[in-house]
């Protein structure tokens, strides 16, 4: 009987074996590494965004001098919380580090990614690399100028309304969002895209917008969008790390969508510009009115519908009657901007809640009110 079974389960795994084998490269690198994680930059090749103009944060008198209540601590450990940090008035407040990470450690920052290429493309607007977001993206990008995608817009690919067909799976292996993060090529996969409805009519959430806007970049400004990043960015706001955004494959793409690997303080640096309307000691990094239009409410040309929650490439919460702007990323990577208080906080983790409301997972929330409650 024992001889049975054995021979039975040689078998199944012989063939599991074999149908492995068959599957796409970028399924066998997910049932490999089953889901993704905040280090795995580890796994994939990386460009630098150097940083080479350091400008450390103040620290604040008032520095960890006050402590959030158990509560709050005990949310901040259910999602395994990584970094909880507040910059109050350009200094540190508020650092706390968890499981293992420091100041120094780095962190994919998943979709919050996102909300740094639209501050890229707001910085190539103002320099004319790129005449405005209402031009098609079929001044930059070849396989947009015939069919259905020629009518596309960069503020359509900006407001997550471009109506390009795409299965925004995380769980599936088989998915194009799936391919996105672990395959090697994501210039065929934008090549390839198709419509599946009319541009400016629907917000629909699809990572792909951001790797369209990516290879927009590349096309207007000649530079690998890290290259730009590093010159046009990140030694601009005084990065005091390297970051490292990971790529398809050695020398390629940038996975836009996400996959900007830095620390803490750093991530601080992005919102402290968008606090500051896009300055940066007195140099204007990003027009302020490319940041006032990217952080409030989008609204739809063609279908006149107005996205309360979404912007260029940023969320917006409303929390107690305040808008407030924030990048995020699927495991919790969030950087919330609090005009109200001249403060940033960043919370990075491997965990967000599953529930949401109004468009944003519910831990959205006990982050806020738990800096509230510190900035009191």
């Known amino acids: 009987m024992l001889r049975k079974t054995l021979g039975a389960s040689f078998i199944v795994i012989v063939l599991l074996g074999i149908t492995f084998l068959f599957l796409p490269d970028y399924s066998q690198n997910a049932f490999l590494h089953l889901t993704a994680n905040i280090d795995d930059y580890e796994i994939f090749e990386n460009r630098t965004v150097a940083a080479s103009n350091p400008q450390p944060w ?65 910085i190539a607007i103002d320099e004319g690399k790129i005449k405005s977001v209402f031009e098609p993206v079929s001044e ?22 471009s109506g390009i067909d795409w299965n925004e799976a995380y769980m599936s292996p088989f998915s ?19 419509m599946d409805g009319e541009p ?74 968008v606090l500051n309307n896009g300055e940066w000691n007195g140099e204007q990094v990003v027009p302020a009115e490319y940041i006032q239009v990217a952080t409030q409410a989008a609204k739809l040309f063609s279908s006149e519908k107005e996205i309360p929650y979404y912007g260029y490439q940023w969320w917006i919460l409303n929390y107690e009657g305040k808008q407030i702007p924030y990048a995020r990323g699927i ?23 599953k529930l949401y409301t109004d468009n944003h997972p519910d831990d959205v929330y006990e982050y806020v009110e738990a800096a509230y409650e510190l900035l009191k």
């Open 140 to 161: 930059y990008l070849e396989s947009f100028k015939e069919g259905d995608k020629s009518e596309v817009t960069i503020k359509d690919v900006l407001t997550m309304s």
């Open 176 to 194: 194009k969002t799936t391919e996105a993060y672990y395959g090697h090529n994501l210039k065929k996969l934008v090549d390839e895209l198709k």
């Open 200 to 273: 400016a009519q629907e917000f629909a959430y699809k990572s792909i917008n951001t790797q369209i806007l990516a290879e927009i970049l590349e096309a207007a400004t000649g530079q690998s969008v890290s290259d730009y990043a590093t010159n046009r960015l990140w030694r601009k706001i005084g990065a005091e790390h390297d970051a490292l955004w990971s790529l398809d494959r050695a020398g390629g793409m940038e996975k836009a969508f996400c996959c900007f690997n830095s620390t803490a303080r750093d991530f601080a640096r992005i919102g402290q510009l």
């Open 331 to 353: 495991l919790g990577q969030y950087v919330f901007v609090l005009k109200d208080k001249n403060a940033v906080v960043v919370r990075l983790g491997k965990s967000r809640s």
């Open 58 to 122: 103040a620290i604040s008198p008032g520095y960890n001098q006050y402590e959030m209540g158990q509560a709050y601590q005990e949310i901040l450990e259910s999602y395994e919380t990584t970094a909880f940090l507040i910059v109050k008035d350009t200094a540190i407040f508020y650092e706390k580090y968890f499981l293992g990470y420091d100041e120094e450690a780095i962190s994919n920052s998943f979709s919050a990614a996102k909300s740094i290429v639209s501050l890229l493309i707001g």
